[in-house]
């Protein structure tokens, strides 16, 4: 009896999928599509959705063109909330700019239609460094920006 106390009811996942696979769509618009190797969903002491071994995320646009790839090694979903959290080695492609963007952590609030990261960021467009404060764009990454960018960088890789 004592070893089954061990576990705690509001540690375990209600539910697990494997190698997940989600297409997101809204009235037949592809919108994202999803991978997983892992996702766990809770329901108690709040209802969220984890992901532990990472996600991969493919963000499309109105005529089903790419326009954004997002990594992260762990995230969280809250339901409540309408967020995910992204962290730990966070990367968005931009396929329009072709900038590549690396972040602590990444935050999602559907409902307010906004990807933003208030911690510092590197962004490289060809041999093109740039940083900044922070990161602010409209959730289909239609408007990405660096806040308070600086310390643009060329560089020649012949050297």
Request: no cysteine.
């Amino acid at each position: 009896m004592e070893q089954v106390n061990l576990f705690n009811r509001q540690q375990l996942p209600d539910q697990t999928i494997y190698n997940a696979h989600v297409i997101r769509s809204e009235r037949g618009n592809l919108q994202a599509i999803l991978d997983a190797p892992q996702i766990q969903k809770y329901m108690e002491p709040e209802s969220k959705t984890v992901y532990p071994q990472g996600v991969k995320m493919t963000l499309y646009g109105s005529n089903r063109e790419k326009t954004a790839f997002v990594y992260a090694r762990r995230a969280t979903s809250y339901d409540a909330q309408n967020k995910m959290h992204a962290r730990d080695s966070v990367v968005i492609i931009d396929y329009r700019s072709h900038d590549t963007t690396y972040l602590q952590d990444l935050i999602w609030d559907s409902q307010q239609q906004r990807i933003y990261s208030d911690h510092p960021i590197k962004s490289k467009n060809g041999q093109r460094v740039t940083y900044g404060d922070s990161f602010e764009s409209d959730d289909n990454f239609q408007h990405p920006q660096i806040i308070h960018q600086r310390g643009v960088i060329e560089f020649n890789d012949s050297i």
